[in-house]
């Protein structure tokens, strides 16, 4: 579920389960990778590496008119908004979301008078463009899931390839970090958040073991010492994974209320959309494109009347979306340069003028 890439982190080891934080050894049952900068610097090209997974195919997807109202639902670094902006008149307006701060800050180098952006999540996109006075718009584009920049800061704590502050939050403003959810869960949450979330089968021995390791003083703070608890509770697990992958997905998807957030927002795209304007989404693992797949098709097909009931054919509910050809992966040509790219699915549905 991940989006962009950006050049290859230097590598280390993680903490063992008794060191310091500070003190990075290597594990023997499961190295784990750890990226250390050497500065700063380091850490901002990284950023400015990152691409834009599905670039072309989601911009063309969305049938930009020049005089049309646009929405980008996930700013990121704002490679989809700059090619959005590329093909707009000077009548046309996009307005952009995002609820991360770094990509807040990076969006307001946009100097263009048909741009605006919004710190906020896109669940809140119908109250925030009712402000501006919009209130129909001709597409509306959501990059799910999270970016390069996020997993390649390491105090962002998205990641187990660092051992750094377990944070998570896509908007560090405000609300509960990881840390602050394993020192309050019970077990019985916990399993079924990595389950639910991360469809891990070991939910209930990796839980069993985060909350031994708590209930024995040793509060888990680092991403370090999270991915060595999981490394110990996980037997197997699928090659070339790190054990606590899906733990770490699971993790950030419950404390961003991702999956929330997008059951939320997708009725809303569809009471924005004008006729015939196009909602253009992009998943990066099942669960997120299952939620965007049911729902076209609820909206394709509305006909939940019991069988043989009598009705005429023109009497029925008409669709509200239709799909706009097959799911779009990425080419093998943009999976080998950017590996991460892998898993994005891009589902596109157009709106009809039902009502």
Known sequence: MNKGVSSAPTQALLSQKNASPAELVKLEKYPLEVSVPNSNNEVDQATAAHITVLLDEAVEALAIKPDGIYVDGTFGRGGHSKKILEQLGCEGRLIAFDRDLAAIAVGEAIADKRFSLIHSHFAAMQAKLAELDVQKVDGILLDLGISSPQIDEASRGFSFRYDAPLDMRMDQSGGQTAADFLGSTTEQQLAEVIKNYGEERFAKQIARAIIAERNDGRAITTTGHLAQIVA????????????????????????????????????????????????????FHSLEDRLVKQFIRGQENRDDLPANFPVRAADLPQPRLVSVGKAIKPSQKEVKLNPRSRSAVLRVAERTVTL
């Not at 998807?253 to 999956?259: A, G, P, R």
């Not at 569809?270 to 992009?282: S, T, Y």
């Open 232 to 283: 110990g509770a996980v037997t197997r697990f699928e090659p070339g994974q790190n054990p606590a992958t899906r733990t770490f997905q699971a993790l950030r998807i419950f404390i961003n209320q991702e999956l929330e957030e997008l059951s939320l927002t997708l009725p809303q795209c569809l009471a924005l959309l004008k006729p015939q304007g196009r909602m253009a989404v992009i998943s």
